[in-house]
């Protein structure tokens, strides 16, 4: 199964944001016992690369990704720890290239048909869509799939448990990158057991929604 059939599978791409890599083996647990054993691991924080480490080495097959991914260089430290993918905010050609002439799975954001069209010429067949409601939603995602109809999108940004049934009812769309069960006070706090309960939740309106 290629990373894109995981996506799609997963329904929900957690979007992490770790400060502290002691959250990092909790939170990575509490996901794959919630059932959505995936994360995107944003590359803002000093605790990214670590944090990425460690969740890729105590879950070994937990789908542990880098996201916000600005420079070849965060590339290079991401994929050294072991990040399965790369997703950068939005379509970096350098990012790209560097990802694919290492083989490294890439997804980067588009929210134009001029992005979409540079992504394709690339052979890239998932693009993520950011910040997907700011930037239109679904009637823009739609709008942009016809002309390009072996592409799906990702979309992720403003994306909660009250709009994922609309996004994941479209062929279009592979899965979504959220927050809501990964909120950033929770990890803070430690609690696990609540962000547990809440990707359990994701994972039954995914399983719902695809039946």
Same mark, same amino acid.
């Given at each position: 199964?290629?990373?894109?059939?995981?996506?799609?599978?997963?329904?929900?791409?957690?979007?992490?944001?770790?400060?502290?890599?002691?959250? $990092?083996?909790?939170? !990575? %647990?509490?996901? @794959?016992?919630? +059932?959505?054993?995936?994360?995107? *691991?944003?590359?803002?924080? /000093?605790?990214?690369?670590?944090?990425?480490?460690?969740?890729?080495?105590?879950?070994?097959?937990?789908?542990?990704?880098?996201?916000?991914?600005?420079?070849?260089?965060?590339?290079?430290?991401? $994929?050294?720890?072991? !990040? %399965?993918?790369? @997703?950068?905010? +939005?379509?970096?050609?350098?990012? *790209?290239d560097y990802c694919? /002439?290492?083989?490294?799975?890439?997804?980067?954001?588009?929210?134009?048909?001029?992005?979409?069209?540079?992504?394709?010429?690339?052979?890239?067949?998932?693009?993520?869509f950011f910040p997907?409601?700011?930037?239109?939603?679904?009637?823009?995602?739609?709008?942009?799939?016809?002309?390009?109809?072996?592409?799906?999108?990702?979309?992720?940004?403003?994306?909660?448990?009250?709009?994922?049934?609309?996004?994941?009812?479209?062929?279009?769309?592979?899965?979504?990158?959220?927050?809501?069960?990964?909120?950033?006070?929770?990890?803070?706090?430690?609690?696990?057991?609540?962000?547990?309960?809440?990707?359990?939740?994701?994972?039954k309106l995914v399983?719902?929604?695809?039946?």
């Amino acid at each position: 199964m290629d990373i894109a059939e995981k996506f799609q599978k997963i329904g929900v791409v957690p979007v992490v944001v770790l400060e502290d890599v002691k959250d $990092a083996v909790p939170l !990575a %647990k509490a996901l @794959v016992e919630g +059932g959505l054993p995936c994360a995107e *691991v944003t590359f803002r924080t /000093e605790a990214a690369e670590e944090s990425i480490r460690l969740m890729a080495e105590q879950f070994p097959d937990m789908l542990v990704g880098a996201g916000t991914v600005l420079t070849k260089e965060q590339v290079d430290a991401a $994929a050294a720890a072991g !990040a %399965k993918f790369i @997703v950068s905010p +939005g379509f970096d050609p350098e990012i *790209v290239d560097y990802c694919l /002439e290492k083989e490294i799975p890439v997804y980067p954001g588009c929210v134009s048909p001029s992005e979409v069209a540079q992504a394709v010429k690339r052979g890239l067949k998932v693009v993520k869509f950011f910040p997907a409601e700011p930037a239109g939603g679904l009637p823009m995602i739609k709008a942009m799939a016809a002309p390009y109809v072996g592409l799906k999108f990702m979309p992720t940004g403003g994306i909660n448990a009250k709009n994922l049934e609309e996004y994941l009812s479209c062929d279009k769309i592979i899965c979504c990158g959220g927050s809501w069960m990964v909120k950033g006070d929770l990890v803070k706090a430690g609690e696990f057991d609540k962000i547990k309960e809440l990707t359990a939740e994701a994972r039954k309106l995914v399983d719902s929604i695809r039946k």
